[in-house]
Every structure is written in structure tokens, then in C-alpha cells.
Nanobody, 124 residues
Framework: QVQLVESGGGLVQAGGSLRLSCAAS????????MGWFRQAPGKEREFVAG????????DYGDSVKGRFTISRDNAKTTVFLQMNVLKPEDTAVYYC?????????????????WGQGTQVTVSS
């Protein structure tokens, strides 16, 4: 069992930056690909970014490409999401997730463990 806890969310003005963290307990993250998803009120959960077990490959949703960066520190069992040039449409609850698949995946159903989420609000 892997417990994931997100932190770093908050309120920021458009154009600003936030850095989200996802800390794991219970097991090392080196066996898992990691992803960030977000869900705005009334919308489906959306893939934001993913990273492979070793950190060598990443993938981004089209709406965040060029603005967000996912990274991981396996020694500290932590995954990060650096979010720059934030827009009001980035407002959502952001979730960290772990996948036992050996490949990068955007599918919500491909992730085995989820955090509780952290709220990000971008004001215009």
C-alpha cells in the first residue's frame, strides 16, 4: 500500500507560479510511474503530467505543455509539479497518483494509488 499526500496548493494571481509536492509513505516510489491530474468543478479528472519510474521520460497534457514541469526525487520519495504562467483555467483540485505500469499512461484507470488532492486557485 502506498499513501500519497499532496501539498503546495493555494491561491495565486494569473501569471504566477506554484510548486506542488507529493510525498509518499509506506513504500518507495521507485517501482511506480507517477502522474499529476486535476479536476475542476463539474468536469472530469484530467491528465496533467506523468513521469516514468526512473524519471527519464515525461508526458504533459496539451493545455499545460511548456508551462508545467514534473520531476521526481526517488531518494526522498517525492514527486513535484512546477507550475508557471498560471492561468485562471488551471484552477482545480490537483491529485498525485502512482501507477505500477511500466509505461507512461494518461489513463485515470491506469493509476493504482491516489492522494487526497490539493486545491489550486488562480485569480484573474
Amino acid at each position: 500500500q502506498v499513501q500519497l499526500v499532496e501539498s503546495g496548493g493555494g491561491l495565486v494571481q494569473a501569471g504566477g507560479s506554484l510548486r506542488l509536492s507529493c510525498a509518499a509513505s509506506g513504500r518507495t516510489l521507485t517501482s511506480y510511474g507517477m502522474g499529476w491530474f486535476r479536476q475542476a468543478p463539474g468536469k472530469e479528472r484530467e491528465f496533467v503530467a506523468g513521469i516514468t519510474r526512473g524519471g527519464g521520460n515525461t508526458d504533459y497534457g496539451d493545455s499545460v505543455k511548456g508551462r508545467f514541469t514534473i520531476s521526481r526525487d526517488n531518494a526522498k520519495t517525492t514527486v513535484f509539479l512546477q507550475m508557471n504562467v498560471l492561468k485562471p483555467e488551471d484552477t482545480a483540485v490537483y491529485y498525485c497518483a502512482a501507477s505500477s505500469r511500466t509505461y507512461l499512461t494518461r489513463g485515470v484507470g491506469s493509476y493504482d494509488y491516489w492522494g487526497q488532492g490539493t486545491q489550486v486557485t488562480v485569480s484573474s
